[in-house]
């Protein structure tokens, strides 16, 4: 699933290549992809793109309608989605069917990106709206981890009073905006803290050093995705992962086994010896440390 630090890479690049210009088309093939229907998707078409944005893990693509009102293409990519970028837009028509094409947009000099989707689990949404605001999962969102006003202090106010264990608070976007479930594994291997630690149980000690991890952590895979195309960011991630899909590789820090918790829909991984002093995580759900 891309997260953060991958979708600030999209933005930026974006950003970089289609502010300025205007929407020729956009082209639905899978209309389950399309959460809205006022305004309609043809009101972007000759509406001029003026800012790319983030919001938590969503793409905010603000544009300028011909009558001047403004307009936001809005995506998430969830779990299997993904932008491919077209220097020069195929002619063929996007059709519905097996494709894994969703969503085609093409810009007024010729290039264009295609949102895709693998899998047969369709989640990938896509939004078209006046003000981000309306989109119900950029409204719930959490502040943002990477903002300069998210300190310390803030992480130490959200995690107050919560018997929650800590990945699942990290994974909350009603929390904390951006971080998923790679993310969270690395910030919490960072911060040698059992991802089964309680949020309330946390001492000053452990927010000031999960903040510091989570910080360290997203700045530095912001700036390894920084200037990449698209094509190259999902192997940029998992170069950049120390712990999570690494099961059975060396920790990078002590050199004990990486191991995973699986659940139904996806696994943990962390390092026993950094982060639960040496006890081994139950393979299952809501598991305790093994005795």
């Given at each position: 699933?891309?997260?953060?630090?991958?979708?600030?890479?999209?933005?930026?690049?974006?950003?970089?290549r289609?502010?300025?210009?205007?929407?020729?088309?956009?082209?639905?093939?899978?209309?389950a992809?399309?959460?809205?229907?006022?305004?309609p998707?043809?009101?972007?078409?000759?509406?001029?793109?003026?800012?790319?944005?983030?919001?938590?893990?969503?793409?905010?693509?603000?544009?300028?309608?011909?009558?001047?009102?403004?307009?936001?293409?809005?995506?998430h990519?969830?779990?299997?989605?993904?932008?491919?970028?077209?220097?020069?837009?195929?002619?063929?028509?996007?059709?519905?069917?097996?494709?894994?094409?969703?969503v085609?947009?093409?810009l007024s000099?010729?290039?264009?990106?295609?949102?895709?989707?693998?899998?047969?689990?369709?989640?990938?949404?896509v939004?078209?709206?006046?003000?981000?605001?309306?989109?119900?999962?950029?409204?719930?969102?959490?502040?943002?981890?990477?903002?300069?006003?998210?300190?310390?202090?803030?992480?130490?106010?959200?995690?107050?009073?919560?018997?929650?264990q800590?990945?699942?608070?990290?994974?909350?976007?009603?929390?904390?905006?951006g971080?998923?479930?790679?993310?969270?594994?690395?910030v919490?291997?960072?911060?040698r803290?059992?991802?089964?630690?309680?949020?309330?149980?946390?001492?000053?000690?452990?927010?000031?050093?999960l903040?510091?991890?989570m910080?360290?952590?997203?700045?530095?895979?912001?700036?390894?995705?920084?200037?990449k195309?698209p094509?190259?960011?999902?192997?940029?991630?998992?170069?950049?992962?120390?712990?999570?899909?690494?099961r059975?590789?060396?920790?990078p820090v002590?050199?004990?086994?990486?191991?995973?918790?699986?659940?139904?829909?996806?696994?943990?991984?962390?390092?026993?010896?950094?982060?639960?002093?040496?006890?081994?995580?139950?393979?299952?759900?809501?598991?305790?440390?093994?005795?």
């Amino acid at each position: 699933m891309p997260e953060m630090p991958e979708v600030q890479g999209l933005v930026d690049f974006l950003r970089g290549r289609i502010v300025g210009l205007n929407v020729t088309r956009i082209s639905v093939a899978q209309i389950a992809a399309l959460k809205t229907f006022d305004p309609p998707v043809h009101a972007l078409h000759e509406a001029s793109v003026v800012s790319v944005d983030r919001a938590g893990k969503f793409v905010d693509i603000g544009c300028r309608g011909p009558a001047d009102e403004p307009l936001h293409l809005v995506f998430h990519l969830a779990k299997a989605g993904w932008l491919r970028w077209y220097d020069a837009v195929p002619t063929t028509l996007v059709k519905p069917g097996r494709s894994p094409i969703a969503v085609r947009v093409s810009l007024s000099d010729g290039s264009g990106f295609d949102l895709t989707e693998a899998g047969t689990k369709k989640s990938l949404a896509v939004y078209v709206v006046r003000d981000p605001a309306d989109v119900p999962g950029i409204a719930r969102l959490g502040p943002d981890p990477l903002d300069p006003a998210f300190t310390a202090e803030t992480l130490t106010g959200l995690l107050a009073g919560r018997r929650t264990q800590i990945k699942g608070v990290l994974r909350d976007q009603s929390i904390i905006a951006g971080i998923g479930n790679a993310y969270s594994d690395e910030v919490l291997h960072v911060a040698r803290m059992s991802p089964y630690a309680l949020a309330a149980s946390l001492t000053p000690a452990d927010v000031r050093g999960l903040y510091d991890a989570m910080r360290a952590t997203l700045e530095d895979a912001v700036s390894t995705a920084s200037g990449k195309p698209p094509a190259d960011l999902k192997d940029a991630k998992r170069r950049g992962m120390r712990v999570h899909g690494r099961r059975g590789e060396a920790c990078p820090v002590c050199g004990d086994t990486v191991r995973s918790v699986f659940f139904a829909d996806n696994s943990l991984e962390y390092c026993a010896t950094c982060q639960t002093g040496g006890k081994v995580l139950a393979d299952r759900r809501m598991s305790r440390l093994l005795k």
